[in-house]
């Protein structure tokens, strides 16, 4: 597990090293983000890449490419944080489900909803 948490991070390393621009007249370049196609992916980079910019914010002095480092990493806690953000928004409404069922007489509803709460709230689990 650590390997693949080691090449994943090298891999998203060397990819967000690569500038993008947007319009080839605009001054700033903008970097790829990891994507974060699903909550548990955008928990992990979200995770992973706060702790990169504590990492980088803990040495002595920051230099340009320390900023540079943190700039970049704030492009895949972006991506992330707006997936979180959605996919929590529609978990809410899971377990509004939850709460509903839990107070009918039906234990088949009430446990298709958490099942289906609990499968999505996983993601959140560290």
Not at 33 to 45: G, H, I, R, W
Not at 52 to 66: F, G, N, S, W, Y
Request: aromatic letters at 4%.
């Amino acid at each position: 597990m650590m390997m693949i948490r080691t090449l994943a991070a090298a891999a998203a390393l060397s990819l967000a090293a690569l500038p993008v621009a947007a319009d080839e007249d605009e001054a700033i370049d903008h970097y790829a983000a990891k994507d974060s196609e699903t909550l548990a992916e955008a928990v992990e980079n979200f995770v992973t890449y706060n702790d990169k910019v504590q990492e980088v914010l803990a040495r002595d002095e920051l230099t340009p490419a320390d900023m540079e480092e943190i700039h970049q990493y704030t492009y895949t806690i972006e991506t992330a944080l707006a997936k979180i953000n959605a996919e929590l928004g529609a978990l809410a409404v899971v377990l509004e489900e939850v709460h509903l069922a839990s107070e009918s007489d039906n234990p088949a509803r009430l446990r298709g909803a958490a099942e289906v709460y609990l499968e999505q709230a996983e993601a959140l689990d560290r």
